[in-house]
């Protein structure tokens, strides 16, 4: 049994900082990833503050974006988003690599990869056709 949380066994504050920093890079950089883009602001820099507080509390360590912002609601605040299968694709595609590139034990990076694909599954509003 490994009574760490997920926070402290990825490195903290400076880790989920990276990994948050990264994912919006990569959403920004990768031709890929357009579509996903293109539903965010031009400023990312608040999408980013957002996702590290919430990470953070996810994670098993402090629960900035609850203390700031309330009960997160996470799939309603989605809705005025259309969120289909490649939105989410393209959000885990991001995640993944960012992962990969700020998380070194690969074990740690699928005990992070499989909830978080399942609440980015769950985040789906909108029908992939029509
Ligand atoms: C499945 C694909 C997803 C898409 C297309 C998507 C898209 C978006 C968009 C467009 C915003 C608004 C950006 C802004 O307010 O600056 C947003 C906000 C947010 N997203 Fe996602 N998201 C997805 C999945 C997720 C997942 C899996 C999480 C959590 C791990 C997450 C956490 C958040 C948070 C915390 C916010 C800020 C909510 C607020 O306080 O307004 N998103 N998302």
Sequence with gaps: MNSETL?????GENTVRAIV??????MDELPEAWELRK?????LSG???????YLSGWLGGPQLYVERYGHP??????????VDSQARDQWM??????????????????????????????????????
């Design 73 to 82: 609601r996470l799939r309603a605040r989605h809705m005025p988003f259309a």
């Design 21 to 26: 920093h990264r994912f919006y890079q990569l």
């Design 7 to 11: 926070y402290q066994r990825i490195g």
């Design 93 to 130: 595609m991001c995640m993944k690599i960012a992962l990969e590139e700020r998380v070194s034990e690969g074990d740690l990076r699928e005990e992070l990869l499989k909830p978080l694909g399942d609440l980015a599954d769950f985040m789906r509003n909108k029908p992939d056709h029509g």
């Design 39 to 43: 539903i965010h602001p031009e400023d």
């Design 47 to 53: 999408s980013e503050q957002k996702l590290f507080m």
